[in-house]
């Protein structure tokens, strides 16, 4: 069993900054691939950005790409997301997700992930 518990949501205004962060239970989390998800209202969730075990290999959605920076630190079993240059469009709530799979690159798909958090809402003003 994987638990899943983010932190760092809240209010910002348009071109700020946030932290993210998502800390896991389970022992082998280091061999996980993490991924963060948003959901706006009345839309799907999306997918945003992934990082392999290692952590050396990253995957952005084009939306967030140059502005949005994943890590990881398996040591402390918590994975981060640096958002920077916050634009309106970015307000949504923000998921960790797990996937315990074997792939050759990261899942976009929230169907294929196995464990997720409860969420932190991320509001940016214009």
């Known amino acids: 069993q994987v638990q899943l518990v983010e932190s760092g949501g809240g209010l910002v205004r348009a071109g700020g900054s946030l932290r993210l962060s998502c800390a896991a239970s389970?022992?082998?989390?280091?061999?996980?691939?993490m991924a963060w998800f948003r959901q706006a209202p009345g839309k799907e969730r999306e997918f945003v950005v992934a990082?392999?075990?290692?952590?050396?290999?990253?995957y952005y959605a084009d939306s967030v790409k140059g502005r949005f920076t994943i890590s990881r630190d398996n040591a402390k079993n918590t994975v981060y997301l640096q958002m920077n240059s916050l634009k309106f469009e970015d307000t949504a709530v923000y998921y960790c997700a797990a996937d315990l799979g074997i792939r050759i690159t990261p899942a976009r798909k929230p169907s294929l992930y196995d464990y997720w958090g409860q969420g932190t809402q991320v509001t940016v003003s214009s």
């Open positions: 389970g022992r082998t989390f280091s061999t996980y691939t």
């Open positions: 990082i392999r075990w290692s952590g050396g290999n990253t």
